[in-house]
């Protein structure tokens, strides 16, 4: 079992920046990715973000200019920066972790944009 933990979100003006964090703790796998997800009441849930902890990277593709996305192994944790950001980013954020067997939710964290 892997438990993940989100924070950062909070209300921003447009334009600005973010840093989302998601603590990870439990059994890891040597091999895993985590990622960020997001949704509104009125979308389903969107994958904005992934990283392996090897390293490779993923972004959906309308999401790669604004948000980068890092991790810190030694400490379990993963992070979405995002930039210049907009209205439309308005959504409950979560972290997800995926190994082979095995996948995990945070509870999320909200970011609101206001114009």
């Known amino acids: 079992q892997v438990q993940l933990v989100e924070s950062g979100g909070g209300l921003v003006q447009a334009g600005g920046s973010l840093r989302l964090s998601c603590v990870a703790s439990?059994?890891?796998?040597?091999?895993?990715?985590m990622g960020w997800y997001r949704q509104t009441p009125e979308t389903q849930r969107e994958w904005v973000a992934l990283?392996?902890?090897?390293?490779?990277?993923r972004y959906a593709e309308s999401m790669k200019d604004r948000f980068t996305i890092s991790r810190d192994n030694l400490k379990n944790m993963v992070y979405l920066q995002m930039n210049n950001l907009k209205p439309e980013d308005t959504a409950l954020y979560y972290c997800?972790?995926?190994?082979?067997?095995?996948?995990?939710w945070g509870q999320g964290t909200h970011v609101t944009v206001f114009s």
């Open positions: 997800r972790y995926r190994d082979s067997e095995y996948a995990a």
């Open positions: 990283m392996s902890n090897g390293g490779d990277i």
């Open positions: 439990g059994h890891m796998r040597s091999i895993n990715d």
